[in-house]
């Protein structure tokens, strides 16, 4: 994968994310309302998470693949490629957290 090919992926996750704030609009959510407000989950609608699952889960690949491409030509920094392994945690971690609100609790 080219740094062409990288920078399509990003324009790419730009478009989903405009997507994003679409639904938020059609979802009545303040635009004034604090940034903490936004990020709770308990506030947004499933349809939302939905949406934020699968633009996470797609930048969460995106990462992936620009991680080892880098590996691959050798060239980069440890420091950079630490960053972005970092970056796919925390996105990991995202995508648990709205997979748990997302399905319902079973009590057997």
């Known amino acids: 994968m080219g740094m062409a090919d990288i920078e399509r992926k990003g ?3 730009a478009r989903q994310k405009g ?16 940034m903490n407000a936004q990020n709770d989950l308990s506030m947004k609608t499933n349809d ?3 949406v934020e699952l699968e633009v996470f889960r797609q930048e969460h690949r995106d ?13 980069s ?9 970092k970056q796919k945690l925390r996105l ?5 957290h709205i997979e ?9």
């Open 77 to 85: 920094d440890q420091l950079t490629i630490q960053r972005l392994k």
């Open 11 to 13: 324009f790419a996750l």
């Open 92 to 96: 990991k971690d995202k995508i648990a």
């Open 63 to 75: 990462l992936d693949e620009a991680i080892s491409a880098l590996v691959e030509r050798g060239i």
């Open 19 to 34: 997507i994003l704030s679409t639904i938020a609009k059609s979802q009545h959510e303040d635009p004034g309302a604090p």
């Open 100 to 108: 748990d609100r997302l399905t319902p609790d079973i009590i057997a």
């Open 48 to 50: 939302v998470l939905r």
